[in-house]
């Protein structure tokens, strides 16, 4: 019985420590900061947000949201919610280079609360500050490179 | 024959190196040079003796002060607009800070980051690494970061540009709000650069290279502008004994 104990405290904390230790932005592609980010994920110990590429200026939907946990090699989310840009002016842009320099520019930004939340899952592998969400590469980011 | 024997009339023309073979090597008997390591080195005649080494690799290349040639015949102070200048034009021809595109046509980034904080560096290796005036991050970090750096203050865009026009450091900051933040940052340009544009612009290959304001970031976007602090700058007083 005492070892059933042990062995479930030893298992539980493996998960806590790996979920706390995705705390952090990753970026697709490249741990380098290029004037913008790529598209990358900001996990806490429970939530996340992935954020969309910066240099695609089309897409109005530009961040979702929600929590998240991890079970052997799965990551589940829950997205309970996305920010939307409303409005703004289509442009061709002098920063945006994607989606051939066509831009949305200005307008709000409105979270949208999704009722009932999108439940999904990705397999997740982690090799130091390297993270292959559904065999996509993604690179931790160093924050003191940030400031 | 040094080739450029009438900007130093001082030195004989048949002096190699300066009559200092130990710290240079002279290929053809221009301004730029390689250091007996191999380090390419330039020194412009603008009346003060400071020689840059080019350091640094990648989006990172820049110039960084070495040491007084006082065989130049000028001033043992650094002339900033000279350093700002020569560090635009590395950056402008630097290929590591051009946009490139994957085998599906999409940006793999750009880098007016690097290239503002190339120009930095340049100028605080200038002013002896004394204060810190390099800044890092993304555009829209960069932008907060100058913004809480005490060795930079705002102005506005006329003081920004009569600034550079006297061969300071001027720059201009886009805060882009989005989520997704994708800003923009770049210098103004000085001495010989002004004439080509007014903004040093590394971003999108369309906008790459001396531009106008309004083509590094349009007309309707909030702009910041910054100088580094005018009483940071060595006073520089020309001495050269010609």
Same mark, same amino acid.
């Given at each position: ?28 592609? #490249?741990?380098? *900061? ?14 996340? @947000? ?27 989310? #829950?997205?309970? =919610? *996305? ?15 994607? %989606? ?30 390297? !993270? ?16 | 024959?040094?080739? +450029?024997? @009438? ?8 002096? &190699?190196?300066?009559?200092? $073979? ?14 007996? %390591? ?61 946009? +490139?595109?994957?085998? %599906? ?5 750009? &880098? ?9 560096? /340049? ?7 004394? $204060? ?19 060795? =930079?203050?705002?102005?506005? @865009?006329? @003081? ?10 001027? *720059?201009? #900051? &886009? ?18 650069? /002004? ?8 971003? $999108? ?24 602090? $005018? %009483? !940071? !700058? ?9």
């Amino acid at each position: 019985m005492k070892s059933i104990v042990l062995i479930s405290i030893f298992v539980l904390l493996s998960t806590l420590s790996y979920a706390q230790k995705l705390s952090g932005r990753w970026q697709i592609q #490249t741990s380098v *900061i290029s004037d913008a980010y790529l598209g990358n994920y900001l996990f806490t110990d429970s939530t996340f @947000e992935y954020i969309i590429d910066g240099y695609d200026g089309l897409n109005p939907i530009q961040v979702l949201g929600g929590t998240y946990f991890i079970k052997s090699d799965t990551l589940f989310f #829950t997205v309970k =919610y *996305i920010k939307k840009q409303v409005g703004g002016k289509l442009e061709r842009s002098e920063i945006y280079s994607d %989606n051939d320099s066509w831009a949305l520019e200005g307008g709000k930004i409105e979270t949208e609360i999704l009722s009932p939340p999108i439940h999904a899952a990705a397999t997740i592998k982690r090799q130091n500050n390297v !993270l292959w969400i559904d065999e996509r590469k993604f690179f931790k980011l160093n924050t003191e490179d940030e400031k | 024959m040094d080739p +450029k024997a @009438e900007e130093k009339p001082w030195i004989s023309p048949y002096a &190699y190196c300066s009559d200092n $073979p130990l710290n240079r090597i002279d290929p053809d008997g221009q301004s730029d040079f390689e250091n007996q %390591n191999g380090e390419f080195m330039k020194h412009i005649e603008d009346g003060s003796n400071a020689v840059y080494q080019q350091t640094g690799s990648g989006t990172s290349l820049h110039y960084a002060f070495e040491y007084y040639d006082s065989s130049s015949g000028g001033s043992n102070a650094p002339d900033i607009k000279t350093a700002i200048q020569e560090q635009q034009i590395l950056n402008n021809g630097n290929d590591a800070l051009q946009e +490139k595109f994957d085998a %599906n046509g999409k940006s793999t980034g750009t &880098y007016c980051n690097f290239a503002t904080q190339d120009v930095m560096a /340049t100028v605080e290796s200038a002013l002896n690494n004394s $204060p810190s005036i390099v800044v890092g991050g993304s555009a829209n970090q960069m932008s907060d970061n100058i913004a809480e750096n005490p060795n =930079y203050t705002p102005v506005s @865009e006329a @003081e920004a540009a009569k600034n550079a026009q006297n061969g300071g450091l001027s *720059i201009v #900051t &886009y805060e882009n709000p989005a989520p997704k933040g994708h800003g923009h940052v770049a210098t103004f340009s000085v001495g010989d650069n /002004t004439e080509k544009g007014e903004i040093a612009n590394i971003g $999108p290959k369309k906008f790459t290279g001396f531009k106008s304001l309004n083509q590094s970031i349009s007309s309707d976007k909030p702009k910041k502008y910054y100088v580094l602090l $005018p %009483n !940071l !700058l060595p006073t520089v007083t020309v001495t050269a004994s010609k």
